[in-house]
């Protein structure tokens, strides 16, 4: 039990360390907070597993230049706070994966729900950035402003989303 214990936490490391970070804005210049929360309340039990993560694109939308901001699964904190240049369109995508296990093999079930935002950040806001669970693989995409309790006025969403995350950049030779 130990050494399955270690290799999965060694395979975690590997993985984790293939995908590209988010860098945050600096304090000195003017950004907005965006608050991601852990959206999902199933996933948790025997033979199930759920994870959510939270990315920012850039203007391109390429998959394999996004950035991840959050990631969340059963075992850690229920949001992350992280500071994006004010002015420029912020450009959010989401993804939450459903995991079903039977028997010990890989997933037998693998089901997904993936959105993505735009919207332009203000200095010195906050948005709360969740993607909702509605149903077991169904998922929305939220972003609020919670100075005013609505959505930025110019926010674009797109509810289903083709690009999948984590990215996973190929390592230099």
């Given at each position: 039990m130990r050494i399955k214990l270690g290799l999965a936490a060694l395979a975690c490391l590997v993985?984790?360390?293939c995908v590209t970070t988010y860098e945050e804005v600096d304090a000195t210049s003017p950004f907005g907070t965006l608050q991601f929360e852990k959206g999902y309340?199933?996933?948790y039990g025997f033979g199930r597993s759920t994870s959510q993560e939270y990315a920012i694109a850039d203007e391109s939308w390429a998959c394999d230049r996004v950035r991840r901001a959050a990631f969340f699964t059963w075992n850690n904190d229920?949001?992350?706070d992280r500071r994006i240049a004010a002015g420029p369109p912020a450009r959010l995508v989401a993804n939450t994966t459903y995991f079903m296990y039977q028997g010990g093999g890989p997933p037998t079930l693998n089901n997904q729900c993936a959105a993505r935002a735009t919207f332009t950040p203000?200095?010195?806001r906050t948005y709360r950035v969740v993607h909702a669970e509605l149903s077991p693989?169904?998922?929305e995409l939220q972003v609020i402003d919670t100075s005013t309790g609505a959505p930025p006025p110019d926010l674009e969403?797109?509810?289903s989303y083709?690009?999948?995350t984590p990215t996973r950049q190929p390592r230099a030779s």
């Open positions: 993985v984790t360390a309340t199933t996933g229920e949001r992350v203000e200095a010195g693989v169904r998922c969403l797109q509810q083709g690009c999948s």
